[in-house]
């Protein structure tokens, strides 16, 4: 008999692993997702997570505390009989909880751990300019991303891929990990294997001190750092003391003699910014307040001065 389960997570990014799972026939006796959150226009729209609108067309009973460690809350999932629980892009769980189901709690998160524990692994596997990242399963213990893993699955980046596309990709190949992670627990014919914590490295929470530009490095780390913060939250710099998000981007070296961070206009579609050892062309860019743009666009309204510097 196939395990009753428990489905954890929120964003658009969890929507195919519940979903693989109910095709496949499994039992999906509950659904614990963030609570509904007040936005739109005057922030007056109810707005439910993409995992609870799911659940909600399947039929399947929604939880969602704002408390994991409230008594309530635990009586209800206990009341759920689950025998296993599985996490995807959701809150860190206490111990009561992932230690709750007699086949254990798995946790979906987006990188080959050991590399890339943390908040962000999508975005900075990216930023780091690797060629390849992955996905992995793991049943959660109390340390952040450190539990013993069960499956993984690689996935190629390309040189000018960005990180949304990459997320895009993996949503699917992660639900598909999630599905082969249950029927190899499932038939109790599994071993985890230990993390090696030596080769581990951080993906942090990104905010505005950790994805300013820094036009000083090489153009191709530059080209690698906005296309791993893009689109969102986006790579920032400074243009006329105004915030400028950039985008899009494609890297050539080059040899020149320009200032890092200097701006440059090549007629009235060409657009780059000088880097050591290369130009970074800005593909597409938003600036404050206004919508996102191409270059194009932006230089048909903006006539770029000689010596602009970005940054300053």
């Not at 639900?175 to 014919?189: D, F, P, R």
């Amino acid at each position: 008999m196939k395990p009753r389960i428990v489905f954890m997570g929120t964003p658009e990014f969890a929507v195919p692993s519940l979903e693989i799972l109910l095709a496949a026939g499994y039992p999906v006796v509950g659904v614990i997702t963030a609570t509904d959150k007040l936005g739109g226009r005057g922030n007056k729209t109810l707005l439910e997570s993409a995992v609870k609108k799911c659940a909600v067309r399947h039929g399947i009973p929604v939880l969602q505390p704002r408390n994991l460690k409230d008594e309530g809350f635990h009586a209800e999932l206990r009341g759920l009989e689950a025998e296993l629980q599985i996490v995807v892009a959701f809150r860190m769980l206490p111990a009561a909880v992932w230690e709750m189901p007699r086949l254990g709690t798995f946790n979906l998160h987006g990188s080959l751990l050991p590399k890339y524990r943390g908040a962000a692994p999508i975005n900075w596997a990216v930023i780091q300019g690797e060629e390849e990242t992955g996905c992995t399963t793991f049943f959660l213990q109390h340390e952040i991303d450190t539990g013993d893993v069960l499956l993984q699955r690689r996935i190629a980046i390309g040189p000018d891929e960005t990180a949304g596309e990459v997320h895009d990709r993996m949503m699917l190949h992660g639900a598909e990990l999630v599905l082969q992670t249950v029927a190899l627990i499932e038939s109790g014919n599994y071993q985890p294997s230990k993390q090696n914590d030596a080769a581990a490295t951080p993906a942090p929470k990104l905010h505005r001190e950790n994805t300013r530009i820094d036009f000083t490095q090489p153009a191709i780390q530059v080209h690698n750092f906005i296309r791993g913060l893009s689109p969102w939250p986006a790579a920032w710099t400074l243009l006329g003391g105004e915030q400028l998000k950039i985008i899009r981007t494609h890297c050539t070296p080059a040899v020149h003699q320009f200032p890092a961070g200097t701006l440059l206009a090549e007629g009235r579609s060409t657009l780059k910014v000088a880097c050591p050892g290369g130009f970074v062309h800005i593909l597409s860019l938003q600036l404050a307040g206004r919508k996102r743009m191409s270059s194009e666009e932006f230089l048909n309204g903006t006539t770029i001065g000689e010596g602009t510097v970005l940054g300053v």
